[in-house]
C-alpha cells in the first residue's frame, strides 16, 4: 500500500472527526521559551531535563506538564533538582481521556505544575527523581515535560503557546488551534510535542501532518526515556525568531522518528489559525484501535502584537466544595475561562462566578482590542465535605428514650468535627462533638457535621422508629421444687410461686383468678399466692415498659387438687349435643357430693331470655364421698326445641349441708 493511498485513506476519516487541545499558557514578552522532557513510566530510575536559558535572563514562568494514567487518587513525593514537590490530582488541567494499547485500554490525564521558584537561569540541567512502585494498580505518574519562559530584555519579542489533550486519542487525530496570536510566517514557528507509545517507525509509528501536508513518520524510544516505547519528546529552545533543537532533535522543516521538533511556517496558509494532524501508521491495527497519544503540543512563534499586561484574581482561594467563587480577569475585551472541574454562570465574562468540585486551576484566555490574547491562571483550593462513611441509627424501645445515631469514619475533612443533629418534628437541635448521640425519641432528624475548615456535610432523613419488643414470660413452681412441674400442680391448701422470665419490661402486674368474681392482685417483680381450694385458675403477667401502653400479657392456666374432704365444683365452657355420644351435655363434676344438698341451674342466651331451668336434691344422688356429675343441660329449651350454636349463660346456684348458699356464674359454647 503505497504513503499516497494512505493518505488519501486517512483523509476520508480526518473529515468525520474533529479534535482540539487546552490552551494553558500563552504569552508574549521579550525573551524565549525552553522544554525538555524525562518520560520513566514504571521505572523508578533518576532523570534529567535538559534546557536551555540564554545568560542574562529572568524566569517568566516554568511548568512541569506530567501524565499521569489510571487516575491516581494518592499523593506522590518527587525530587525535582532536590527539592520534594507533592503532586496529586489537585493539580489536574484535563479531564481522562482513553488511549489503547494494542487492545488494552489505559486513562490518562494532565497535571500542571508550576515550579517557576525551583528554576535558575544559570542553570541548564534539572534532575528528577520518581520514588514510586513498579506497579501501582490505582495509576502512576509517569511522563515529565519541563516548559520554562525566560525573559531577557535583548532578546525580540517571542509568543508562547503551551496546550494539554483535552479528547479521546484515535487512529485519526486532529488538532486545530484557533484564537491564538497573530503569526508571522516570515520567521522560524517552532512546533514540539509529547507523546507516548510511538513504538517504531515500521508498524507502530504515526505521521504528521501540517496543514494537510505530511512532514515525517514518528516512532522509537527517545532521549530520556528509559521504558521502551515511552514516546516522542520534542526538545527545544527558542529565541530571536529562531527555532533551536536539543538532544537529538533538530529544527528542520521535518520531523522523523524521535525527532519531535519542525519548523512549520512554509506549510500554514494563513496567520490566525493552525491544523495539525496525527495519521496512525497501520491501518491493519486501526481495527484494534491502536492509538499514539499526544499529551502537549508546544507552539513558539514571532508575532506582530505587542505585551500587554494582564492580571487574574478570585475573591477567596480556598473554599468548601458546593460553595461559588467569584474569578475576575482584566486586561482585554474577551475573556474565555476554563477548568475541568467547575461550572460557570458564564464563562465569557471578565468575572464570572464559578463552581469547582474540587480544588483546581482556573486558566482564562484573555484577548485585548488588537485580537491578541494570553492567558493566566488562578488556583482555587477546594476543602472536601465531612462525609462520614457510615452512619448508623438504633430504633427507641417503647416506652424509653434509648434511640441513638452513630457517626463512622469521616475519610475527608479537617477534625475536629462539630456535630449537630435536629429533630425536625419538634424542631429541637443539639451540638456536640461526640459523634454518637443517644437518648433519643421515635422521630424523623437530620445531621449536620462542620469541620474546622468550616465545611459542611448534612445527611438526608434520618428516622429513629419505635419498636415494642416487650415479652411477657413466667413460670410457676411449688417448694419443695418438683422438676417436671406436676399437673395439678398440688393440693389445697397450696402456695404457688411465680418465676419472672420476661424481657424489656420494668414494671409487672400480676393478677390471680380465684373465681368469676374473686380476683388476688400483687405489683412485684415475682408474686406468691396461697389457694385454699383446688381447682383450675388463671394466673396473668401484664408486664410494661414504664408506661402501660407499651406492654405484654401472658395468661397460664394453674390446676390445683382439692384436699381430700373439699367440696369441688367443675364447670365446663365447651359441649356438643350432636348425639356423638362423647361430650352430648354440658356437665358440672362436684367432688365430696356429700357436702352438697341441692343445685339449682338456669340457662340464658345472649339477649337475657331463660331457656331451661332444672334442680337437683343431691343428697339423694350421692350417698358417698365420691364424685358425682350432674348433666345440668342437654342443648335444649325446657319445651324440647334444640337451640342453634351460640355462646350461653349459666347461673349454678347450690346449698351446702351446713346451710352456706353460694352461686357460681358463667358461660359456655354450644357447638354442633
Request: aromatic content about 10%; overall charge negative.
Given at each position: 500500500?503505497?504513503?499516497?493511498?494512505?493518505?488519501?485513506?486517512?483523509?476520508?476519516?480526518?473529515?468525520?472527526?474533529?479534535?482540539?487541545?487546552i490552551s494553558?499558557?500563552?504569552?508574549?514578552?521579550?525573551?524565549?521559551?525552553t522544554?525538555?522532557?524525562?518520560?520513566?513510566?514504571?521505572?523508578s530510575?533518576?532523570?534529567?531535563?535538559?534546557?536551555?536559558?540564554?545568560?542574562?535572563?529572568?524566569?517568566?514562568?516554568?511548568?512541569l506538564?506530567?501524565?499521569?494514567?489510571?487516575?491516581?487518587?494518592h499523593n506522590?513525593?518527587?525530587?525535582?533538582?532536590g527539592?520534594?514537590?507533592?503532586?496529586?490530582?489537585?493539580f489536574?488541567?484535563?479531564?481522562?481521556?482513553?488511549?489503547?494499547?494494542?487492545?488494552?485500554?489505559?486513562?490518562?490525564?494532565?497535571?500542571l505544575?508550576?515550579?517557576?521558584?525551583?528554576?535558575?537561569?544559570?542553570?541548564?540541567?534539572?534532575?528528577?527523581?520518581?520514588?514510586?512502585?513498579?506497579?501501582?494498580?490505582?495509576?502512576?505518574?509517569?511522563?515529565?515535560?519541563?516548559?520554562?519562559a525566560?525573559?531577557?530584555?535583548i532578546?525580540?519579542?517571542?509568543?508562547?503557546?503551551?496546550?494539554?489533550?483535552?479528547?479521546?486519542?484515535?487512529?485519526?487525530m486532529?488538532?486545530s488551534?484557533?484564537?491564538?496570536?497573530?503569526?508571522?510566517?516570515?520567521?522560524?514557528?517552532g512546533?514540539?510535542?509529547?507523546?507516548?507509545?510511538?513504538?517504531?517507525?515500521?508498524?507502530?509509528?504515526?505521521?504528521?501532518?501540517i496543514?494537510?501536508d505530511?512532514i515525517?513518520?514518528?516512532?522509537?524510544?527517545?532521549?530520556?526515556?528509559?521504558a521502551s516505547?515511552?514516546g516522542?519528546?520534542?526538545?527545544?529552545?527558542?529565541?530571536?525568531?529562531?527555532?533551536?533543537?536539543?538532544?537529538?532533535?533538530?529544527?528542520?522543516?521535518?520531523?522523523?522518528?524521535?525527532?519531535g521538533?519542525?519548523?512549520?511556517?512554509?506549510?500554514?496558509?494563513?496567520?490566525?489559525?493552525?491544523?495539525?494532524?496525527?495519521?496512525?501508521?497501520?491501518?491493519?491495527?486501526?481495527?484494534?484501535?491502536?492509538?499514539?497519544?499526544?499529551?502537549?503540543?508546544?507552539?513558539?512563534?514571532?508575532?506582530?502584537?505587542?505585551?500587554?499586561?494582564?492580571?487574574?484574581?478570585?475573591?477567596?482561594?480556598?473554599?468548601?466544595?458546593?460553595?461559588?467563587?467569584?474569578?475576575?480577569?482584566?486586561?482585554?475585551?474577551s475573556y474565555?475561562?476554563?477548568?475541568?472541574?467547575?461550572?460557570?454562570?458564564?464563562?465569557?465574562l471578565?468575572?464570572?462566578?464559578?463552581?469547582?468540585?474540587?480544588?483546581?486551576t482556573?486558566?482564562?484566555?484573555?484577548?485585548?482590542?488588537s485580537?491578541?490574547?494570553?492567558?493566566?491562571?488562578?488556583?482555587?483550593?477546594?476543602?472536601?465535605?465531612?462525609?462520614?462513611?457510615?452512619?448508623?441509627?438504633?430504633?427507641?424501645?417503647?416506652g424509653?428514650t434509648?434511640?441513638?445515631?452513630?457517626?463512622?469514619?469521616?475519610?475527608?475533612?479537617?477534625?475536629?468535627?462539630?456535630?449537630?443533629?435536629?429533630?425536625?418534628?419538634?424542631?429541637?437541635?443539639?451540638?456536640?462533638?461526640?459523634?454518637a448521640?443517644?437518648?433519643?425519641?421515635?422521630s424523623?432528624?437530620?445531621?449536620?457535621?462542620?469541620?474546622?475548615?468550616?465545611?459542611?456535610?448534612?445527611?438526608?432523613?434520618?428516622?429513629?422508629?419505635?419498636?415494642?419488643?416487650?415479652?411477657?414470660?413466667?413460670?410457676?413452681?411449688?417448694l419443695?421444687?418438683?422438676i417436671?412441674?406436676?399437673?395439678?400442680?398440688g393440693?389445697?391448701?397450696?402456695?404457688?410461686?411465680?418465676?419472672?422470665?420476661?424481657?424489656?419490661?420494668?414494671?409487672?402486674?400480676?393478677?390471680?383468678?380465684?373465681?368469676?368474681?374473686?380476683?388476688?392482685?400483687?405489683?412485684?417483680?415475682?408474686?406468691?399466692?396461697?389457694?385454699?381450694?383446688?381447682?383450675?385458675?388463671?394466673?396473668?403477667?401484664?408486664?410494661?415498659?414504664?408506661?402501660p401502653?407499651?406492654?405484654?400479657?401472658?395468661?397460664?392456666?394453674?390446676?390445683?387438687?382439692?384436699?381430700?374432704?373439699?367440696?369441688?365444683?367443675?364447670?365446663?365452657?365447651?359441649?356438643?349435643?350432636?348425639?356423638?355420644?362423647m361430650n352430648?351435655?354440658?356437665?358440672?363434676?362436684?367432688?365430696?357430693a356429700?357436702?352438697?344438698?341441692?343445685?339449682?341451674?338456669?340457662?340464658?342466651?345472649?339477649?337475657?331470655?331463660?331457656?331451661?331451668?332444672?334442680?337437683f336434691?343431691?343428697?339423694?344422688?350421692?350417698?358417698t364421698?365420691?364424685?358425682?356429675?350432674?348433666?345440668?343441660?342437654?342443648?335444649?329449651?325446657?319445651?324440647?326445641?334444640?337451640?342453634?350454636?351460640?355462646?350461653?349463660?349459666?347461673?349454678?346456684?347450690?346449698?351446702?349441708?351446713?346451710?352456706?348458699?353460694?352461686?357460681?356464674?358463667?358461660?359456655?359454647?354450644?357447638?354442633?
Amino acid at each position: 500500500m503505497t504513503l499516497r493511498f494512505l493518505l488519501i485513506f486517512y483523509f476520508s476519516i480526518i473529515s468525520l472527526q474533529g479534535f482540539s487541545q487546552i490552551s494553558v499558557y500563552q504569552d508574549i514578552f521579550k525573551g524565549g521559551i525552553t522544554g525538555d522532557a524525562y518520560n520513566p513510566w514504571l521505572s523508578s530510575t533518576p532523570g534529567q531535563f535538559d534546557i536551555y536559558i540564554e545568560p542574562g535572563s529572568s524566569i517568566r514562568k516554568a511548568l512541569l506538564f506530567i501524565n499521569a494514567t489510571n487516575n491516581p487518587l494518592h499523593n506522590e513525593v518527587i525530587i525535582f533538582n532536590g527539592t520534594p514537590l507533592t503532586i496529586n490530582q489537585t493539580f489536574t488541567v484535563s479531564p481522562l481521556y482513553l488511549y489503547n494499547v494494542g487492545s488494552i485500554p489505559t486513562e490518562i490525564k494532565v497535571l500542571l505544575l508550576d515550579v517557576t521558584n525551583q528554576i535558575n537561569p544559570l542553570q541548564n540541567s534539572y534532575s528528577l527523581s520518581i520514588p514510586q512502585p513498579q506497579f501501582a494498580p490505582n495509576g502512576v505518574y509517569v511522563a515529565f515535560y519541563l516548559y520554562v519562559a525566560y525573559e531577557n530584555p535583548i532578546l525580540n519579542n517571542v509568543c508562547a503557546l503551551a496546550t494539554v489533550n483535552n479528547v479521546q486519542p484515535n487512529a485519526v487525530m486532529n488538532y486545530s488551534f484557533q484564537n491564538i496570536n497573530p503569526v508571522d510566517v516570515n520567521q522560524n514557528i517552532g512546533l514540539a510535542m509529547h507523546g507516548s507509545d510511538f513504538c517504531d517507525t515500521i508498524t507502530d509509528g504515526s505521521f504528521i501532518l501540517i496543514e494537510g501536508d505530511t512532514i515525517g513518520l514518528l516512532g522509537g524510544v527517545d532521549d530520556h526515556s528509559p521504558a521502551s516505547c515511552s514516546g516522542i519528546v520534542g526538545s527545544f529552545y527558542y529565541q530571536n525568531n529562531t527555532m533551536f533543537g536539543l538532544g537529538n532533535d533538530t529544527a528542520n522543516t521535518t520531523m522523523y522518528a524521535t525527532d519531535g521538533i519542525a519548523n512549520i511556517e512554509s506549510h500554514l496558509t494563513n496567520n490566525s489559525s493552525i491544523n495539525i494532524s496525527y495519521l496512525y501508521q497501520s491501518p491493519s491495527l486501526i481495527n484494534r484501535s491502536k492509538t499514539n497519544p499526544v499529551h502537549q503540543l508546544f507552539l513558539t512563534y514571532t508575532t506582530p502584537c505587542d505585551t500587554f499586561t494582564t492580571t487574574a484574581t478570585t475573591n477567596q482561594d480556598t473554599i468548601c466544595v458546593g460553595e461559588t467563587v467569584q474569578l475576575q480577569a482584566t486586561g482585554g475585551v474577551s475573556y474565555s475561562w476554563y477548568s475541568p472541574f467547575s461550572t460557570f454562570n458564564d464563562s465569557t465574562l471578565a468575572n464570572p462566578l464559578a463552581t469547582p468540585t474540587q480544588t483546581t486551576t482556573y486558566i482564562v484566555s484573555i484577548k485585548n482590542d488588537s485580537g491578541c490574547v494570553k492567558t493566566e491562571h488562578v488556583k482555587v483550593w477546594v476543602n472536601p465535605a465531612p462525609k462520614p462513611d457510615t452512619i448508623i441509627t438504633t430504633p427507641q424501645r417503647c416506652g424509653s428514650t434509648n434511640g441513638s445515631i452513630a457517626v463512622g469514619y469521616i475519610p475527608k475533612g479537617k477534625p475536629p468535627f462539630v456535630y449537630n443533629l435536629t429533630n425536625l418534628q419538634s424542631g429541637n437541635s443539639v451540638s456536640q462533638s461526640d459523634s454518637a448521640f443517644v437518648g433519643l425519641t421515635a422521630s424523623e432528624y437530620q445531621l449536620v457535621i462542620t469541620d474546622s475548615n468550616g465545611c459542611t456535610w448534612q445527611s438526608d432523613t434520618l428516622p429513629i422508629n419505635e419498636i415494642n419488643d416487650i415479652s411477657a414470660n413466667f413460670n410457676l413452681y411449688t417448694l419443695p421444687l418438683v422438676i417436671p412441674t406436676p399437673n395439678p400442680l398440688g393440693t389445697a391448701p397450696l402456695t404457688v410461686y411465680t418465676q419472672n422470665a420476661s424481657a424489656n419490661a420494668n414494671t409487672f402486674e400480676w393478677v390471680f383468678s380465684l373465681s368469676a368474681d374473686t380476683l388476688a392482685q400483687y405489683s412485684a417483680y415475682n408474686a406468691a399466692h396461697t389457694f385454699d381450694e383446688g381447682g383450675t385458675f388463671e394466673v396473668c403477667l401484664f408486664a410494661y415498659n414504664n408506661i402501660p401502653q407499651c406492654g405484654d400479657t401472658l395468661c397460664k392456666t394453674v390446676v390445683i387438687a382439692p384436699a381430700p374432704d373439699s367440696l369441688v365444683l367443675i364447670v365446663p365452657n365447651v359441649f356438643t349435643p350432636n348425639a356423638d355420644g362423647m361430650n352430648d351435655n354440658f356437665v358440672m363434676e362436684i367432688q365430696c357430693a356429700t357436702l352438697l344438698k341441692t343445685v339449682a341451674v338456669e340457662i340464658f342466651n345472649r339477649w337475657g331470655q331463660a331457656l331451661h331451668h332444672a334442680d337437683f336434691d343431691v343428697q339423694k344422688l350421692s350417698t358417698t364421698k365420691n364424685s358425682l356429675q350432674l348433666t345440668l343441660w342437654n342443648g335444649t329449651t325446657n319445651s324440647g326445641a334444640k337451640v342453634p350454636e351460640g355462646t350461653y349463660f349459666y347461673i349454678i346456684e347450690y346449698t351446702k349441708v351446713s346451710g352456706e348458699k353460694e352461686s357460681l356464674k358463667g358461660s359456655m359454647s354450644l357447638l354442633r
